[in-house]
């Protein structure tokens, strides 16, 4: 029996709403339909289409994937300036969560991640040595 499937492509795959925490929350689906999904969650300020489609389908090869927007944006409601007020919309969205999080970042700090988790009750964090989000953009030189 073939294996059951959702979008094979995060550039492809379909931005669905759930209802969460009074809002309509903006999340796509890829990868296998079986097991626990892997949900992705960005930082402050982004949105579902900051995500790298070949992070995202890398991902998605042996299992379900998740991405989430945060309310505003592609969600409804209000953008939430507090990563307090984004847990709380989170909590109502997902179930069992892996909080994974570099400990170079710069734009956001590894103290954000364990944050998180304290508002999310079933979390769990994983903090990678020497990763970060990627570099920041160096600042113009003047002359």
């Known amino acids: 029996m073939p294996e059951l499937r959702t979008a094979q492509d995060f550039r492809e795959a379909p931005t669905r709403t759930i209802a969460a925490a009074g809002a ?12 626990v999904p892997l949900v992705l969650l960005r930082h402050l300020g982004a949105n579902l289409d900051n995500w790298g489609p070949r992070i995202v389908d890398g991902l998605a090869q042996d299992r379900r994937v998740i991405t989430v ?3 505003g944006g592609d969600s409804t409601g209000t953008v939430r ?37 304290r508002h999310l009750p079933t979390a769990t964090v994983t903090v990678f040595p020497d990763s970060a989000q990627g ?3 160096e600042p113009p030189r003047v002359r």
């Open 24 to 35: 309509q929350f903006a999340y796509r689906e890829l990868g296998p339909r079986a097991g």
């Open 69 to 71: 927007d945060y309310s």
């Open 135 to 137: 570099r920041l953009p």
């Open 81 to 117: 300036n507090s990563m307090e007020a984004m847990a709380a919309d989170m909590v109502a969205v997902t179930g069992p969560v892996l909080i994974v999080h570099g400990d170079s970042g710069r734009m956001m700090p590894p103290q954000n991640a364990t944050a998180l988790a």
